[in-house]
């Protein structure tokens, strides 16, 4: 078994695994091994479980790196043996039977909640369909990426990758920050989620907290500055 971890980042709603494109060349220049799976973005259960079955299949530790809701899939999916420590880019940090709703319903809307669409999709062996949330295609920009340049942001408001509404109300199984290391990251000019929720997941779980000046999609605005938290990170689980 390997002894180097790899870094395995985790996107969030309404983003893909391209939402890393800027710091996994960092990481990588590095030396760091980089895995960065595509997470379906239908149930925080199955999302957890495919996340884990990526990490199981990992020879050696692993730190998982979770942006926004991905934060969410990485409070469940760390508690494979095999997680060093957590990182959490403008993330959710929930707690064991609390779901997404719930930590954002104690502190006031972003500007999100205004411009979220619903669409239908088909659930496989069910009549009923399944509910998709979005951004509106004209707010993206000025809501999800307002630091990042407006050719890339009006892409990625065409190019979102929904989350199943069901996945804001489900409970997280376990909270993994609760026995490994975690660090945080405060996205302060955050319009996707209340900073607050932020700050107040990573000091209940007793995280290194990093406070950048940045949009929801940190890891595009400011790479470097993410990079440097999961390099700070890395040597930390190394040496423990």
Same mark, same amino acid.
């Given at each position: 078994?390997?002894?180097?971890?790899?870094?395995?980042?985790?996107?969030g709603a309404f983003a893909d695994?391209?939402?890393?494109?800027?710091?996994?060349?960092?990481? @990588?220049?590095?030396?760091?091994?980089v895995r960065v799976p595509a997470v379906p973005n239908r149930s925080l259960s199955g999302d957890a479980a495919y996340i884990a079955s990526v990490v199981r299949q990992i020879?050696?530790?692993?730190? @998982?790196?979770?942006?926004?809701?991905?934060?969410?899939?990485?409070?469940?999916?760390?508690?494979?043996?095999?997680?060093?420590?957590l990182v959490y880019l403008a993330g959710y940090a929930l707690d064991e039977g609390e779901s997404l709703g719930e930590l954002q319903g104690r502190f006031p809307?972003?500007?999100?909640?205004?411009? /979220?669409?619903?669409?239908?999709?088909?659930?496989e062996g069910s009549d009923e369909p399944g509910t998709d949330v979005s951004v509106d295609v004209e707010k993206l920009p000025e809501i999800f990426a307002a630091d990042v340049e407006p050719e890339l942001a009006r892409v990625?408001?065409?190019?979102?990758?929904? /989350?199943?509404?069901?996945?804001?109300?489900?409970?997280?199984?376990t909270a993994a920050w609760k026995t490994k290391p975690a660090w945080g990251i405060v996205s302060s000019s955050d319009r996707t989620i209340n900073p607050d929720v932020e700050r107040f997941?990573?000091?209940?779980?007793? +995280?290194?907290?990093?406070?950048?000046?940045?949009?929801? /999609?940190? +890891? /595009?605005?400011?790479?470097?500055?993410?990079?440097?938290?999961?390099?700070?990170?890395l040597a930390s689980v190394v040496q423990a």
């Open positions: 078994m390997s002894d180097t971890p790899t870094v395995v980042l985790v996107h695994a391209a939402s890393f494109a800027r710091v996994v060349p960092l990481l @990588l220049d590095d030396g760091i091994a020879d050696g530790p692993v730190l @998982l790196v979770g942006h926004s809701y991905g934060g969410a899939v990485i409070t469940v999916a760390g508690a494979e043996a095999n997680v060093a420590g809307d972003s500007p999100l909640a205004q411009a /979220l669409v619903y669409t239908q999709f088909p659930v990625l408001a065409v190019s979102q990758r929904p /989350l199943a509404g069901a996945a804001f109300g489900e409970p997280a199984s997941g990573y000091e209940r779980a007793g +995280m290194t907290v990093t406070e950048i000046d940045s949009s929801h /999609l940190v +890891m /595009l605005s400011h790479p470097q500055e993410v990079a440097d938290v999961i390099r700070t990170a």
